[in-house]
């Protein structure tokens, strides 16, 4: 082959190579428009999800105003200015100088879950409100003629005083299938911005806070804002999946952290309100807590495993069961237990008179117990957490400090008993709490009685010695301690 020839390949194959990277970068900007393509066609469908669901949702919300009356006098205390002195009865009815209490006007939101008119919302959006109009969707207003409310769960029922109603109705979805991470929208009517759609992401499960107590949360970061209390939070099928009930905020506005109470806890309570006018509970007849980190070590569990157990009130159906202090209840019905709020919305809806399988781990080890249910009780005593201020702690014949823990306590007089509620109590008083102990910063107050140390009871000062210096404080003291009426587990360091 001659040196022409040579060159002639040579600028052959290089043509060909440089054919081949040209398609080879056309093929792959091709293939990366195509993912784009689909990366925004993915987009846009969820987006139509989005869509669907608020056009689904938003003709069953509802604007819930509410009017309360002015109230004079004594029965609200604080208004009257002479309250405590000479002239108090004589502005019982009326206040003085122009002063007059006003009347107040509310807002929020409801969902619509009966054709009829039945409107589901918030126990506090109608609380103590002498008269409530719903708008509609389409700018109807209606009187409210009818509310039941239960104020442990936060749900009120509203009927409409309209007949014949042919109302667009909601759809209930499944809240026990949702996960952290699903996609959620929610809609209502915060700051009286009607039919105001937000989506968000369930941020986490099994939340609880003190003003909804006997259930377990949903959390969201769906803007929810004052207004929106009652409105319903939606799946992408569109369907009620929880009512927006709460959020947690250090402006009073929207900071990411919402809560709706869970569609399954809704759609019972708001079945017990239609039917009975108001909700039959069953109980056990236990004080429970969750399993903090340390509590779990010391009893050899892990934290998820179930609820402790720190009093059980004698004559309930825990009493009967042959539950006891200090058991970690891990199983109700069938059902594993991994907080407190949860088992508070399993037992309450188990069928009264019914017998119902509990596992207790007592000592590391299961333990199965029968359970008769029982309706909850109409009457519940009053806890009283703390000695009032003028009841001073006299000192004891026989203290006992302990620096290392930082308290100090002395056998409990029997008068002292009495005046604290603690008749019949055996344990030890604690007279002083160091300030800048880890005691103090578990809660441990003077005036409470510890009743057991290390799962040992101490009903004397020499036991509680005993027990606390047997112990390795390094690794936490288990106490049993007293509050008022009721007992909690800490573990002191």
């Not at 009818?146 to 109302?167: C, I, P, Q």
């Not at 909804?212 to 207004?227: E, F, M």
């Not at 620096?403 to 002083?432: C, F, H, Q, S």
Request: proline share 5%; net charge neutral.
């Amino acid at each position: 082959m001659n040196r022409t020839t040579s060159g002639f390949a040579r600028h052959v194959r290089v043509s060909r190579a440089l054919v081949a990277l040209v398609l080879c970068l056309g093929l792959a900007g091709s293939a990366a428009a195509q993912q784009a393509d689909r990366d925004v066609e993915h987009a846009k469908a969820l987006s139509r999800a989005f869509r669907k669901a608020a056009e689904k949702a938003i003709p069953t919300v509802v604007k819930i105003s509410t009017h309360t009356k002015a109230r004079v006098g004594p029965r609200l205390p604080g208004e009257n200015p002479f309250r405590g002195t000479p002239f108090e009865d004589l502005f019982k009815d009326e206040l003085p100088f122009g002063l007059r209490p006003t009347p107040r006007e509310g807002l929020g939101s409801g969902v619509i879950i009966d054709p009829a008119g039945i409107i589901l919302t918030n126990a506090h959006v109608v609380d103590g409100a002498d008269e409530i109009t719903v708008q509609l969707s389409d700018g109807r207003e209606y009187k409210v003629k009818d509310v039941k409310a239960d104020k442990g769960v936060d749900v009120a029922v509203l009927r409409l005083d309209a007949a014949d109603l042919k109302l667009p109705a909601a759809r209930f979805g499944n809240s026990d299938e949702l996960e952290i991470g699903d996609w959620v929208i929610a809609v209502g009517n915060p700051f009286e911005l009607e039919a105001t759609v937000s989506a968000g992401i369930i941020s986490a499960k099994g939340r609880s806070l003190e003003a909804v107590g006997r259930t377990a949360l949903l959390q969201t970061d769906a803007a929810i804002n004052p207004g929106n209390s009652g409105g319903p939070l939606l799946n992408l099928d569109g369907e009620v999946i929880g009512i927006s009930t709460a959020i947690a905020t250090l402006n009073g506005g929207y900071q990411g952290v919402g809560f709706a109470i869970p569609a399954s806890t809704v759609r019972w309570v708001a079945g017990q309100l239609i039917e009975h006018g108001a909700v039959k509970r069953a109980y056990l007849g236990v004080s429970i807590n969750d399993l903090a980190p340390e509590i779990a070590a010391k009893f050899g569990v892990r934290r998820n495993q179930g609820v402790i157990v720190e009093q059980v009130h004698p004559n309930t159906p825990a009493a009967k069961a042959g539950i006891r202090e200090g058991d970690i209840i891990a199983e109700v019905a069938g059902q594993k237990i991994t907080s407190r709020p949860q088992m508070q919305g399993i037992v309450e809806r188990l069928p009264v008179g019914s017998k119902q399988p509990v596992v207790v781990l007592r000592d590391g080890k299961p333990v199965a117990l029968q359970l008769s249910v029982e309706a909850f009780p109409d009457r519940i005593v009053a806890v009283r957490e703390t000695p009032q201020e003028d009841e001073s702690l006299p000192a004891g014949t026989d203290d006992y400090k302990n620096e290392r823990l930082g308290i100090e306590v002395t056998d409990m007089p029997a008068d002292l008993a009495r005046r604290l509620g603690y008749e019949g109590v055996k344990g030890v008083l604690v007279m002083k709490v160091d300030v800048n102990s880890h005691a103090y910063r578990k809660g441990l107050r003077e005036g409470m009685t510890i009743l057991s140390v290390e799962r040992q009871p101490v009903a004397t000062v020499a036991e509680f010695k005993e027990r606390v210096e047997r112990a390795d404080a390094d690794r936490g003291v288990l106490l049993l301690v007293r509050v008022g009426t009721s007992n909690k587990f800490i573990v002191v360091d």
